[in-house]
């Protein structure tokens, strides 16, 4: 068999790169960009973690890549050769009709990538990319509305892409009514008219400047939701930390050590007071196991145990390892604004999905609206009544990141007791392999 040539390497390579983006933007799209991993992404292209670190350095360069390949097809739609001949009537209509035939050729992938304009932590990344492209649109577009004797061409120019803009973002919503070419005909009939018979004023956005830059302040409640737990999660963590359980005639305080990859992986062993040390917690996707080392036994823990105290603290079973999704196992629901110590805060009301089996019957947590910090969170049961109110406290940074460096638990029917988590270390660059949460790892650890 003879050597690939550098053609093939290249195309291979090309070939490589496509699948990886293909998977990493349906991951960004569907569970959003600080909710989704490099581990994640590598598996879902069915490659290896250092073959796609081999092509980029990490999320940001690869969400780079996804958004200026995006780009490219505008770059092509708006060369001045596509506009060799044409009047300026027909430069506005080639517009409209080329930029709905490009969402019409793949309408899955440009709903997956207009859902990403409406992530912040995705629009910090890219805002500068952004700009410079709704910057040589317009460049490129007013002249059109100056020959056509718009006194202000370059706001005309602006102004023209509304309804493009509106019906656009509409389509691309998982509710959308419409087909695409109903929105099409909207824009030509309702729109393009009446700016050449009438000069109204209308709105325009570049397609793709408008895709990435719609909504840079809008999130929905789901998106924050992610977004805050990757706050605290990141990617992977190390953490130590010291509970305190504080009872009306007495007090008791162990330690332990947490490693996590995201929310999929966690392992929490007790190492202290000396009664305790040993004693493991792991967690392998919905899976969760408890090392007993005095009985040198592993109990697999059932959902029904979730919701029993964890080491006799007001923490359940659930709050420290997390057997049901935030973000993936609820609905979201905006409930306003609220200030929590001086920040404010969105107030989000999360209600289990049908047939998930979750440990509460709803839960109001208020988001910090800077560090996206979960400041308070309530949780009720079934019956709507209040169980555990839990409370961020002591914001500071540790591991380079501002997190709340002291949790509170406070049970709402008894006075006088309450549970603090307080964080002692905390490390958001110490790497793990799934390989590292195993029963027998578990078993081993000091």
């Known amino acids: 068999m003879s050597p690939r040539t550098k053609e093939q390497y290249t195309e291979l390579r090309s070939q490589s790169k496509s699948i990886i983006e293909a998977a990493a933007l349906e991951l960004f799209g569907h569970q959003g960009y600080m909710n989704t ?75 997956l990538l207009a859902s990403l304009s409406f992530q912040e932590d995705i629009m910090k990344e890219l805002t500068e990319i952004i700009q410079q492209k709704i910057r040589l649109g317009i460049e490129f577009i007013s002249p059109v509305f100056e020959s056509l004797g718009y006194p ?60 990435a830059g719609t909504a840079l302040d809008a999130q929905t409640a789901k998106e924050i939701i992610a ?38 992986y966690s392992l929490i062993l007790v190492t202290g007071p000396a009664r305790d040390k040993g004693i493991g917690f792991l967690k392998r996707k919905k899976e969760i196991w408890n090392w007993q080392p005095k009985i040198d036994r592993v109990i697999k823990m059932p959902p029904s145990m979730m919701m029993q105290s964890w080491m006799g603290s007001d923490f359940s079973n659930d709050d420290l390892v997390q057997q049901s999704s935030p973000v993936n196992d609820f609905t979201h629901e905006m409930k306003g604004e609220e200030s929590i110590d001086g920040r404010t805060c969105w107030k989000i009301k999360l209600v289990p999905k049908p047939n998930v089996a979750v440990v509460w019957g709803s839960i109001v947590t208020w988001v910090d609206k800077k560090d996206y910090l979960q400041l308070k969170t309530e949780f009720y049961d079934d019956e709507g009544e209040l169980v555990n109110t839990m409370v961020g406290k002591d914001i500071r940074q540790l591991g380079g990141r501002t997190v709340p460096a002291r949790l509170e638990v406070i049970p709402s029917d008894k006075p006088g007791e309450k549970t603090i988590i307080e964080q002692l270390a905390l490390d958001f660059n110490l790497k793990q392999t799934e390989d590292f949460f195993s029963i027998q790892n578990m078993k081993k650890l000091q």
């Open 227 to 264: 977004k805050s737990e990757a706050q605290m999660n990141g990617e992977s963590s190390y953490s130590e930390m010291k509970m305190t359980i504080i009872r009306p005639k007495w007090t008791r305080e162990m330690t332990m050590k947490s490693w996590a990859i995201g929310t999929d």
């Open 37 to 111: 991993s490099i581990a994640q992404i590598a598996q879902k292209a069915g490659v290896s973690k250092g073959l796609l670190y081999n092509y980029y350095s990490g999320k940001s360069e690869l969400l780079k890549s996804i958004l200026l390949s995006a780009m490219e097809h505008g770059d092509q739609m708006l060369s001045p050769d596509q506009f060799v001949g044409k009047s300026p009537v027909q430069m506005l209509e080639y517009i409209v009709d080329e930029s709905f035939q490009m969402i019409t050729t793949n309408v899955s992938y440009w709903k």
């Open 152 to 211: 202000d061409p370059v706001g005309q120019a602006y102004l023209f892409g509304a309804a493009m803009d509106v019906h656009f973002v509409s389509f691309c919503h998982p509710g959308a009514g419409l087909p695409i070419g109903k929105y099409h005909q909207i824009i030509q009939t309702k729109f393009l008219q009446t700016i050449f018979r009438s000069m109204k004023k209308l709105h325009l956005i570049i397609l793709l400047a408008m895709i």
